[in-house]
């Protein structure tokens, strides 16, 4: 007969557990930390998932321009840069929660978690922010 194994203890937090860094923690990156965070990849994403026109569109850049730039025929603008990473923070952590057909219509529809405004146009507006609390609401199962 086999003896059970005692448990290992986890040091790891359920996934619903709030997510704290000790306040004492020194944290340095690297000089060359920004090379690990390129915004080719992202604007790569950004293109496939809603398309070169539509992307240009949401990121205020002529398509041409856009297209340049998704060929590497253009550098990126640091302005471009902050936008891409935007959006594309807010369609990855939208598609965590969504299924992919629903996310561009919640984006471009009304949305009761942000006082009926349109998500897109509070992520141009203002930043991601208040777009993300939103789509954590909605995981959390919040309706308004």
Known sequence: MAVPRPKKSSRRRPASSSWNVRSDRVIELKPNADEAFPVEPKLERVV???????????????????????????????ALARRISDVEYVIDRALHVMNPEDVGPWLASPEPLLGNSVPINVL????????????????AGAFA
């Open 124 to 139: 141009t507006i203002s930043g991601p922010a208040r777009v993300i609390g939103a789509i954590d609401a909605i995981a």
């Open 48 to 78: 496939n998932a809603l398309g070169l026109s539509a992307a240009a569109d949401i990121l205020d850049v002529d398509k041409s321009q856009l297209n340049r730039c998704f060929k590497g025929q253009e550098r990126v603008s640091p």
